[in-house]
Nanobody, 124 residues
Framework: QARLVESGGGLVQAGASLRLSCATS????????MGWFRQAPGKERELVGA????????HMGDSVKDRFAVSRDDPRNTMYLQMNNLKPEETVVYFC?????????????????WGQGTQVTVSS
C-alpha cells in the first residue's frame, strides 16, 4: 500500500527558509505526477507546485514561484519543497500528494495519494 510521509515543518521567523520532505513507500511514483498542497484553516486546499514523472521542471503557483521550488529524488523516493522568504500568512499545513496518472491537476479530487500533512508556522 502506498504511503506518503511529510517532514520538515516547524516554527520559523518571517523571511526564513524551510525545506519539507515527502518520503514515499509501498510503490514507485517515477512515472506519476507528485505535488505539494497547502491548506489554511477554513480554506480549500491549494496546489503550491508539482512535478511530472520524468521531467526536471517544476510547475509552481504564481504566488510562490519566485520563492518556492519543488524537486524530486526518485531513486530515494523523496520529493522536496524548498521554501524561501516565508511570510506569516503562509502559516498553514502542507501536504504532499501523488497521482496514478502523470498529469497535474489543480483539483484535490484528482490526486490519489496523500500524506498526513506537516504544520508550518511563520512568526512575524
Amino acid at each position: 500500500q502506498a504511503r506518503l510521509v511529510e517532514s520538515g515543518g516547524g516554527l520559523v521567523q518571517a523571511g526564513a527558509s524551510l525545506r519539507l520532505s515527502c518520503a514515499t513507500s509501498g510503490r514507485a511514483f517515477t512515472n506519476s505526477a507528485m505535488g505539494w498542497f497547502r491548506q489554511a484553516p477554513g480554506k480549500e486546499r491549494e496546489l503550491v507546485g508539482a512535478m511530472l514523472g520524468g521531467e526536471d521542471r517544476a510547475h509552481m503557483g504564481d504566488s510562490v514561484k519566485d520563492r518556492f521550488a519543488v524537486s524530486r529524488d526518485d531513486p530515494r523516493n523523496t520529493m522536496y519543497l524548498q521554501m524561501n522568504n516565508l511570510k506569516p500568512e503562509e502559516t498553514v499545513v502542507y501536504f504532499c500528494a501523488a497521482r496514478e496518472r502523470n498529469t497535474i491537476e489543480f483539483t484535490t479530487g484528482f490526486w490519489d495519494f496523500w500524506g498526513q500533512g506537516t504544520q508550518v508556522t511563520v512568526s512575524s
